[in-house]
């Protein structure tokens, strides 16, 4: 049974609830060190890591789609990497759309295949924290709405490392929707004033085709539900009710028969992601739309001097 993430987890302040849970943050702590050992650089391709430590819904996806079409506008043979997982099949039908995915248990036997068939760059969806490859670059992508959360590690809080990594990062990647961001890089440039910070925007590509004066109800199963009800919102989308689901959620047929008979009861239209849309193959969409969206690039130039140095 898949939960959605406390609330707690991204007030600015940890709360009691918190502080109760962070005697078992030493555990992960514990891991890591445990996991410590010697990475593999590989010659012969170069990899890219576009990862995170907040879990979930900062935009992962998106930018390794974007560095990918950067990439082999270079003209570099370029492909995605990503670790299998079984509850992760929307991102990996995302990537497929895009491009080459070689997909394995273990990175590495993924980054050996693509070496196989001579493949210039691997871009890693998600790895950061994987201790067995020594990669050439890596993006620390952030969701500018939620930052760091409280700051506490999992499960006191929403991070899978210590905010203090990025000491040994030289790329941090902010992807939001028009956020005041200077409170964020300040708090950054404290850790690692070398570090160099990027800013993206969501975009909608098919914005022009909904009617905003329409009612509709918002679904999501993705790790920032907030982040795209906030962009819907400032498009002047007309919602009248939203449901959240946990990350990755597989939706069932008694989830879209309350949506879909909610809808009909207020005369509303039914809106939700094209990730969670992907997840939605074993059921009848025809009164189901979704919001195709992109990661624009803002610093374009500087993002393509940091990847062909």
């Excluded at 406390?6 to 891991?31: C, E, H």
């Excluded at 009612?215 to 539900?225: C, E, L, Q």
Aim: net charge positive; charged share 30%.
């Amino acid at each position: 049974m898949k939960l959605k993430k406390p609330k707690f987890w991204d007030y600015k302040k940890p709360n009691i609830f918190a502080f109760l849970l962070w005697p078992l943050t030493l555990i992960i702590k514990l891991n890591s060190i445990i996991k410590i050992k010697k990475k593999i650089k590989y010659e012969n391709i170069k990899t890219i890591c576009v990862g995170n430590i907040y879990v979930g819904g900062t935009g992962k996806t998106s930018l390794a789609i974007k560095l990918k079409k950067i990439l082999e506008e270079k003209n570099f043979k370029v492909c995605f990497v990503k670790k299998f997982y079984k509850d992760q099949l929307d991102e990996k039908k995302l990537l497929e759309k895009h491009g080459k995915l070689f997909i394995k248990k273990r990175r590495i036997d993924a980054l050996e295949e693509a070496i196989t068939e001579k493949y210039d760059v691997a871009i890693f969806d998600d790895g950061l924290q994987d201790g067995s490859i020594n990669y050439d670059i890596s993006f620390v992508c952030f969701n500018s709405l939620n930052w760091i959360g409280n700051g506490f590690l999992i499960p006191a809080g929403p991070l899978r490392e210590s905010i203090n990594v990025l000491k040994l990062q030289d790329n941090v990647v902010l992807n939001g929707y028009d956020e005041d961001l200077t409170d964020i890089k300040t708090q950054i440039k404290k850790i690692n004033s070398n570090v160099k910070i990027f800013e993206n925007k969501y975009i909608h590509l098919n914005n022009d085709s909904f009617n905003k004066n329409q009612k509709y109800i918002v679904f999501s199963g993705i790790g920032n539900h907030k982040t795209f009800l906030n962009m819907l919102k400032k498009e002047k989308f007309n919602i009248s009710k939203d449901f959240e689901f946990p990350d990755h959620y597989n939706y069932t047929k008694a989830d879209l028969n309350k949506m879909l008979n909610y809808s009909k009861k207020i005369g509303a239209k039914i809106i939700t992601t094209e990730k969670d849309f992907l997840r939605l193959c074993n059921f009848n969409t025809d009164n189901i739309e979704f919001i195709k969206s992109d990661l624009e690039i803002l610093e374009k130039k500087e993002i393509i001097k940091a990847l062909i140095n």
